[in-house]
């Protein structure tokens, strides 16, 4: 069984930075493609950020410059280092595993809250 088990979230002020984590354990984590995403209350879930298994990241335009993605595959674990953060990056953030070639192989974590202060 797939387990994602997202930590580092909380409070900080606009400005400010946090890295996130995700611990993913049950999967073979070095071939997987991970993601994380965000849901804020009312909006739809939406990627923030992604890295294929050979390292390739992908941004979402609002946090291109300000983000960084990275993996450590002896770790199994996934991060997501914010710096500068916005209000309007106030949303529950969600580890995601996903493996292209297998549809229906995506798993979630139970997601982090981070809030940003103006």
């Known amino acids: 069984q797939v387990q994602l088990v997202e930590s580092g979230g909380g409070l900080v002020q606009a400005g400010g930075s946090l890295r996130l984590s995700c611990a993913a354990s049950?999967?073979?984590?070095?071939?997987?493609?991970m993601g994380w995403y965000r849901q804020a209350p009312g909006k739809q879930r939406e990627l923030v950020a992604s890295i294929s298994s050979a390292g390739s990241t992908n941004y979402a335009d609002s946090v291109k410059g300000r983000f960084t993605i990275s993996r450590d595959n002896a770790k199994n674990t996934v991060y997501l280092q914010m710096t500068s953060l916005k209000p309007e990056d106030t949303a529950v953030y969600y580890c995601?595993?996903?493996?292209?070639?297998?549809?229906?192989?995506?798993?979630w974590g139970q997601g982090t809250q981070v809030t940003v202060s103006s």
């Open positions: 049950g999967t073979t984590f070095r071939i997987n493609a």
């Open positions: 995601n595993a996903k493996r292209p070639t297998i549809p229906g192989y995506n798993y």
